[in-house]
């Protein structure tokens, strides 16, 4: 309860410290570093590509590729092949003759290539290293080829290694020719940023197991200047031998890749075609003329090259990758991301944002549309900027301050709100009935509405203790109201369990009410209430039984009057003492079936609309038509004798042609079935024994015409 007077006192400052906490988490390595965290955050960028859609490949560039078709030539006539030279030791194993490398050099040269870019990484030697040496010098000024980091076993832990061309291929002159092809995959292994200029110490910085102290030491050489970014990348060669200078992102940085589209954006010539004179001659070739004036990437692209890597569009080759990096910076479009203060300002804007929600908005329905029209607003603005402002915002940082804050704030003050409304319900239950607290808590609307007063069928119970004054007369009072109290922990919890409102305690009896704060029907209110009546008689059997061998138990016996009727209901009495009660005649009526319990010796009476209602449930005996005081027609009234689940007894059906023959004034007939009814009972039956009397005392006077049977209650 301390725990709990502590939340309910201070929920804007749990609020607050959870924000905070939460802002704390998106600043940690330890979560923004977790593989669940670096695939969000992916899946969000990638996202933003795919609204945006495709653009369109750069006409500057083509690409010819290494398909599987061009190490089979199975497209290929035998004529064709035995032709040219080239295509012969295409047919060599793998790797090729690099003579074959000159060969599509001197071709793409000759018909006018402006720069060739070779997406590999020549590193063993082999056959024909000198002739495409000689080549690659010859045209050192308009082509590159590839270096790469590979990770590697080091001494007792992983490292990176550059790996070169080999030796053969790097004549003098031709230290330019050389570009990285490395492609730097993010935590969840897509392929979406690269690297222009970098260097082996930036490099060696991306080993995951790298000793701290080895990395301390490469950051401050770095930081200082020491390390030269020595490395370009071959995307950034390429561009700058067919434009110039070109600008390029700061060294070092990661930039994002703008992706202009999909797999096959770019589509790749079969390299074995340029070597058939037909097909050179036709699209898309056509002698030379699409790839005059162009920059051209030669590269493998067939499936034992494995070179396919996740990008934000679809899985694609690498040399399409490396088309599609070039484009960019031949556009100058590559994207930027925001600096750390940016984010971090962003992060806790939206944290901020989340806690003003929570705490200045009352409605929890508001907070949550609130809280989604900020999510939709932040995810359209990083859209917008993705577009036009090429900027990649960090989204996770700032969805998870303000999605986590909104939701642990509107589920806190939720769960802070059952918290009070159970406290007050047990506070409540114990001074109203369980359904009047649950309509005051769960259903304002309704409770207010009752509050005014409106009229409404409802099924009234009242119970009362037979002779109770006496034993308040003769009883020790602490023994008495003991027993009271068992007692009216049985009677209520039937009430209770069927579903019932316990409206109050008058001294011994208790009134009790179905469908005046909830109802489930008027026929299913009744037969609860009903019931609620057979259980009171089976528990108080129990009770008695349980009693007779106490000393300071009393045996006791009740009377029970249950009513179906329109009541009016409302919260009545003093501003200082106000009841939430049910008042009218069917109340009334209720009240004296009950004590009419005590004139026809019976323990359950219920008025003409409860048995009607419940008829197909229960088994009723008629007690006859009773004229209440303050009636003016006599009200059909029955006994209540079980339910369904026991047969009916064998005489009721007698019993009741004896009624009606006495309603028929057909009174020696009635004589006879009443005491054929009672041989049949075996024992006293007042019913039978009262309406005997009457038949015997009506039986030799004329009975006036406006006589119908009922019989007159003085009392109330």
Known sequence: MVNLNFLIRRPKWIVVIAGALVFWLTQTEWLTSSSLWQKAEGALIDRRYLLRGENLADPRIKLIGLNTTSFQLDSLAPGEIAASPTLQKMQQPWPW??????????????????????????????DGDDVFARDLQKYKDRVVIGEMFADEQGVGDKTKKLTAPNERLLLPGTESIVGLVTLWPDGDTVFRRARYQTSSDREMLEVPSLDPRIASYLKKKIREGKSSDDLTHISALAAEKFEGKIQLPPPGDKTFIDFQGPAGTYRAWPVENMFVKELWQKPPFTDG???????????????????????????????????????????GSWLTEPSHAINFWLAFSMAVLAVLICLGVPQALLKGLLLVAATVAFLVGCQLVFVHARLVVTMMPPLFCLIAT????????????????????????????????????????SFVEALKGRKQPVTVLFSDIRGFTTMTESSDADKLVAQLNEYFSDMVGSVLTNNGTLQKFIGDAIMAVWGDTISAGIETDARRAVTTALQMREALAKLNEKWKDNADRRK?????????????????????RMEFTVLGDGVNLAARLESATKQFHTDVLVGEETERLTRQHFIYRSVGAIAFKGKTKPIETFLLISDHSVPPPGWLDTYQRAVK??????????????????????????????YISHCVA??????????DGSFTLAEK
């Open 661 to 690: 023959l006495y309603r028929e004034r057909k009174f020696m007939e009635a004589i006879g079935l009443f005491e054929k009814v009672q041989r049949e009972i075996g024992r006293e039956d007042h019913l039978c024994d009262m």
């Open 406 to 445: 909104g939701s642990f704030g509107i589920i806190f003050e939720y769960s802070l709100e059952q918290l009070e409304r159970r406290r007050y319900r047990n506070v409540l239950d114990r001074y109203v009935s369980k359904n009047v607290a649950k309509t005051i808590l769960e259903d304002r609307r």
């Open 698 to 707: 009506l039986k030799d006077v004329t009975v006036s015409e406006k006589w």
């Open 556 to 576: 006791l016996s009740i009377g029970v009057g249950i009513n179906h009727g329109e009541v009016i209901v409302g919260n009545i009495g003093h501003p200082q």
């Open 289 to 331: 003329a699409s790839i005059s004036n162009k920059i051209v990437i030669v590269g493998p692209m067939a499936e034992i090259f494995h070179d396919i890597h996740a990008t934000p569009f679809e899985e694609t080759p690498g040399p399409e990758i490396q088309a599609q990096m070039l484009a960019a910076l031949l556009q």
């Open 97 to 126: 003759d690099r003579s074959v490398y000159a060969a599509i050099l001197e071709k793409l040269m000759d018909a006018g290539a402006k720069v060739v870019m070779f997406d590999f990484v020549f590193a063993s030697e082999t």
